[in-house]
């Protein structure tokens, strides 16, 4: 093996540097003399040849840094076998780039989409390696992903500190917490950060029990009350719904999200004074946690291995407490919900948590 490529595509979240110095460190230390190439901006920079050799010196002092060094971009996959107004062929252009570079390996750092287009690369020909990244942690094959530990980590502590002006003001605060289609970050930030009820993608709610169990609250003379929203929550009418009809339902209302509807409906049932707060792209910024540099060094250190015993067209994963890795076809394009038994349900539920749907 004489040169590999690294690439970091979809959002940004903390452990990316720390991933990428975890493989070039490996690397090196394998293989003194091996050329690394960093391709800029995800795919976009592979589509169009945007690349530069690195040197040791480039993955100094990154292990705590946030966002990515080699930048990145969203790049849908189910656009990458169009071809556009732009007349580019991506997967061809991608294919050139690879061989132009003369590539032995290309590892790829990204979410669901990303690990998508890689088994598309991975089909045709190219010796691919996945590394799981995601605030969400709803990669199917691996027990947690980087960066998901730092994103409960914050909004965990965004949970904390609105409690504070919760008990002050006596007000239903719902806090939207990052997660369209998993819920993972919202149940875990949610539990952590003693929230009263969590609402989650996976677990459709009735407004009227959000509206019930507030009432029953300030009987119970618990005057106040927190809300963890991840922002793909909805309701059980809107859960009956396909996708299509649901986003265009919200187009036509002005919604993004539920979580403004959820607080107009909680005032209107009960004159509850209601706040949102919406933490947004702060959960996914800044440096890792302790938890996330240490699985993101796991991460890429097994990757490096992988790639110089010649093993491609997988993805590392952690099960357990050991990394490990599955094959890039048999955990691509499938999602890993909260499933409504989960044992962080169970526990919420036991602590009294609500979650609207009984």
């Not at 230390?29 to 920079?45: H, V």
């Not at 930030?189 to 989650?200: F, Q, R």
Request: hydrophobic share 40%; with cysteine; aromatic share 6%.
């Amino acid at each position: 093996m004489k040169t590999v490529g690294i690439l970091t595509s979809g959002g940004d979240c903390p452990g990316l540097n720390a991933t990428i110095r975890g493989v070039a460190k490996a690397l090196y230390e394998a293989r003194p003399d091996i050329s690394i190439i960093g391709i800029r901006d995800g795919f976009y920079g592979l589509i169009h040849g945007e690349c530069e050799k690195m040197k040791p010196s480039d993955f100094s002092e990154i292990l705590t840094r946030g966002g990515t060094i080699l930048g990145t971009s969203r790049q849908p996959h189910k656009k990458m076998q169009k071809i556009e107004a732009d007349h580019i062929d991506k997967i061809a252009s991608m294919k050139k780039t690879y061989a132009d570079l003369k590539l032995d390996c290309l590892f790829i750092l990204g979410g669901n989409g990303t690990h998508k287009t890689a088994n598309l690369l991975r089909s045709e020909g190219l010796n691919i390696i996945g590394l799981p990244k995601t605030i969400d942690n709803d990669i199917f094959g691996t027990d947690y992903t980087f960066g998901f530990h730092t994103a409960v980590d914050i909004a965990t502590e965004v949970i904390d500190r609105i409690h504070t002006t919760a008990a002050s003001h006596k007000r239903v605060m719902l806090i939207e917490i990052m997660g369209n289609k998993a819920g993972w970050l919202t149940l875990y930030s949610g539990v952590a950060g003693g929230a009263d009820i969590i609402l989650i993608p996976e677990l459709p709610f009735e407004p009227d029990n959000i509206a019930k169990a507030l009432e029953k609250r300030e009987r119970k003379s618990r005057p106040y009350t927190i809300i963890a929203v991840a922002e793909g929550a909805m309701d059980a009418d809107e859960a009956r719904l396909k996708k299509k009809e649901r986003t265009l339902m919200r187009l036509e209302r002005g919604e993004a999200t539920a979580t403004n509807r959820i607080a107009a409906g909680i005032h209107e049932r009960t004159g509850f004074d209601t706040r949102v707060v919406i933490p947004g792209h702060i959960v996914r910024g800044g440096s890792p946690s302790a938890y996330d540099r240490v699985l993101a060094t796991r991460f890429g250190t097994y990757a490096a291995s992988l790639a110089i015993k010649g093993v491609f067209g997988v993805a590392v994963a952690l099960k357990g407490d050991m990394v490990t890795h599955n094959k890039l076809e048999d955990i691509a394009g499938i999602p890993k919900l909260v499933p409504p038994e989960h044992q962080m349900v169970a526990v919420a539920r036991e602590t009294g948590v609500i979650f609207g749907d009984n």
